[in-house]
């Protein structure tokens, strides 16, 4: 019993070591390109058109699809290294957050949806009041609250969960494209991590 401990063991070390050492060499293979990430449209980093966006926006008030455009939105900002956009959608976000309409779920689900909109919009609005260090931490638990929602309210869109092994012991995020723009290292480490899986 005691090899197999080891053996598994030896291996949870080869896997963490790699995919840290993939991350470190995606890292070093986009800090010799020659693309201007200033320059970059971080408003579309989901591969998404504008329009596609406001389109889900437009779906109404009370709505999980109008927390998932803010929810999308700040992530945005955050790959983008941007602190003051990421303040200001952080209070959007609490604010969509806290209108969401629970009246058409069953019983449990309310209560579930209640708690988890109770803790996300503690972090959405430290958030809008963070440094972007701070702002990262509150969206790892941001993130685990808004796919919890998912869980329970679906979604229209095709969403990717994806993965970061190196921030914070590992860190989800959502995103709508399968494209890895990492909120948690922006510039710094745009495209470390990997799609966990699809959510339909």
Same mark, same amino acid.
């Given at each position: 019993?005691?090899?197999?401990?080891?053996?598994?063991?030896?291996?949870?070390?080869?896997?963490?070591?790699?995919?840290?050492?993939?991350?470190?060499?995606?890292?070093?293979?986009?800090?010799?390109?020659d693309v201007?990430?200033?320059?970059?449209?971080h408003?579309?980093?989901?591969?998404?058109?504008?329009?596609?966006?406001?389109?889900?926006?437009?779906?109404g008030d009370?709505?999980?699809?109008v927390?998932?455009?803010? &929810?999308?939105?700040?992530?945005?900002?955050?790959?983008?290294d941007?602190?003051?956009?990421?303040?200001?959608?952080?209070?959007?976000?609490a604010?969509?957050?806290?209108?969401?309409?629970?009246?058409? &779920?069953?019983?449990?689900?309310?209560?579930?949806?209640?708690?988890?909109?109770e803790?996300?919009?503690?972090?959405?609005?430290?958030?809008?009041?963070?440094?972007?260090?701070?702002?990262?931490?509150?969206?790892?638990?941001?993130?685990?609250?808004?796919?919890?929602?998912?869980?329970?309210?679906?979604?229209?869109?095709?969403? &990717?969960?994806?993965?970061?092994?190196?921030?914070? =012991? =590992?860190?989800?995020?959502?995103?709508?494209s399968?494209?890895?723009?990492?909120p948690y &290292? =922006?510039?710094?480490m745009?495209?470390? =991590?990997?799609?966990?899986?699809?959510?339909?």
């Amino acid at each position: 019993m005691s090899k197999l401990k080891t053996t598994l063991g030896i291996v949870a070390i080869a896997f963490i070591t790699l995919t840290a050492v993939s991350c470190k060499d995606n890292n070093k293979e986009q800090n010799n390109t020659d693309v201007d990430h200033s320059e970059m449209n971080h408003d579309n980093s989901d591969g998404h058109h504008d329009s596609e966006k406001k389109d889900m926006a437009m779906s109404g008030d009370g709505n999980s699809e109008v927390i998932l455009n803010d &929810y999308f939105n700040l992530k945005d900002a955050l790959v983008a290294d941007d602190n003051a956009k990421a303040k200001e959608l952080g209070a959007r976000l609490a604010t969509s957050l806290g209108k969401l309409d629970v009246s058409s &779920y069953t019983d449990m689900q309310k209560t579930d949806l209640k708690d988890i909109i109770e803790d996300t919009v503690e972090h959405a609005e430290h958030i809008s009041e963070s440094d972007i260090a701070h702002q990262r931490e509150h969206f790892k638990i941001l993130s685990e609250g808004v796919t919890d929602m998912v869980a329970i309210t679906g979604t229209k869109n095709t969403l &990717y969960q994806q993965f970061c092994p190196m921030y914070d =012991g =590992g860190s989800n995020w959502l995103s709508m494209s399968e494209e890895v723009r990492n909120p948690y &290292y =922006g510039s710094k480490m745009l495209k470390c =991590g990997k799609v966990q899986k699809e959510i339909n």
